[in-house]
C-alpha cells in the first residue's frame, strides 16, 4: 500500500463552483501535512501547511481527520487558474512523502 | 519565500553519457537537499537526502553508484546520472531547507526542475 494515496481525478469543475478532494495517508506518526500545487511540468508550490485540525487561506480550506488518516482541500468559487494538479504530501521524520496528485479542471 | 535554482533546466543526451545536475539555494544556506524524481503522472519520488559534508542517504531501491550525490557546499547540491538509459528519462526537482532538527519538518523549497530525455 502506497504512504500517501489520492483520487487522480480529473475533477472537472465549472467556474465558480467548488471542488472538494481527499488523501489518505498510512503513517499515523505524521506530524505536518502539506497541499501542493503543481502546473504541468512545473516544480510543486506549497499551497497550504495543516497543522492541527485544519486551515483555511482564502478560498481554499484544508481538514485533517487523524482518526481517519485523510486530509481534504476544498476549494470554493473556483477560477479558471486553479486548474492544476494537487499533491499531497505528509512529513515522515523530516522527508515529504507525496501523493501521485489530483487533477483539477476548471472549465468556463 | 526562498529561492532554489536548477541547472540545466532541460539536458537531451545519447544513452550511456553522464549528465550532472546542479542544485542551488540563491539567497539561503540549505543544510539538507533533497532530490526527486518524477515520471508522467506519478507522483515525486524521494530519491536521496543530501546533508552539506556527508553522505548522502539513499532511498531503498535507489542505485547510489548510478546517482551520484555531492553536497560540497550550503548553496549546491549536485546529481550526477551516470550512464544514463532511456529509462532514466525522468522530471528531476531537487529542494532545500534551511535547517532541520531532527525529527521536525521544514519547509522545502523545490527548484524548477530538470527534464532529462535519453535518446
Known amino acids: 500500500r502506497k504512504e500517501v494515496e489520492q483520487d487522480p481525478g480529473p475533477f472537472n469543475v465549472p467556474e465558480g463552483a467548488t471542488v472538494a478532494f481527499n488523501c489518505t495517508y498510512s503513517?499515523?506518526?505524521?506530524?505536518?501535512f502539506f497541499w501542493y500545487r503543481q502546473d504541468c511540468r512545473k516544480e510543486p508550490k506549497l499551497l497550504m501547511s495543516?497543522?492541527?485540525s485544519g486551515n483555511e487561506d482564502g478560498r481554499f480550506t484544508a481538514q485533517l481527520n487523524r482518526a481517519s488518516q485523510y486530509i481534504s482541500l476544498l476549494i470554493r468559487d473556483s477560477k479558471l487558474s486553479d486548474s492544476a494538479t494537487y499533491l499531497c504530501g505528509t512529513d515522515s521524520w523530516g522527508k515529504l512523502q507525496f501523493g501521485a496528485g489530483t487533477q483539477v479542471v476548471v472549465t468556463p | 519565500g526562498a529561492v532554489v535554482s536548477q541547472h540545466p533546466s532541460r539536458v537531451i543526451c545519447k544513452s550511456g553519457t553522464s549528465v550532472k545536475i546542479e542544485c542551488r539555494s540563491l539567497d539561503f544556506q540549505a543544510t539538507t537537499m533533497f532530490w526527486y524524481r518524477q515520471f508522467p503522472k506519478q507522483s515525486l519520488m524521494l530519491m536521496a537526502t543530501?546533508?552539506?559534508?556527508?553522505?548522502?542517504?539513499?532511498e531503498q531501491g535507489v542505485e547510489k553508484d548510478k546517482f551520484l550525490i555531492n553536497h560540497a557546499s550550503l548553496t549546491l547540491s549536485t546529481l550526477t546520472v551516470t550512464s544514463a538509459h532511456p529509462e532514466d528519462s525522468s522530471f528531476y526537482i531537487c529542494s532545500a531547507t534551511r535547517d532541520r532538527a531532527e525529527g521536525s519538518y521544514n519547509e522545502q523549497f523545490f527548484g524548477p526542475g530538470t527534464r532529462l530525455t535519453v535518446l
Open positions: 543530501s546533508n552539506e559534508g556527508s553522505k548522502a542517504t539513499y
Open positions: 495543516v497543522y492541527s
Open positions: 503513517n499515523s506518526a505524521s506530524q505536518s
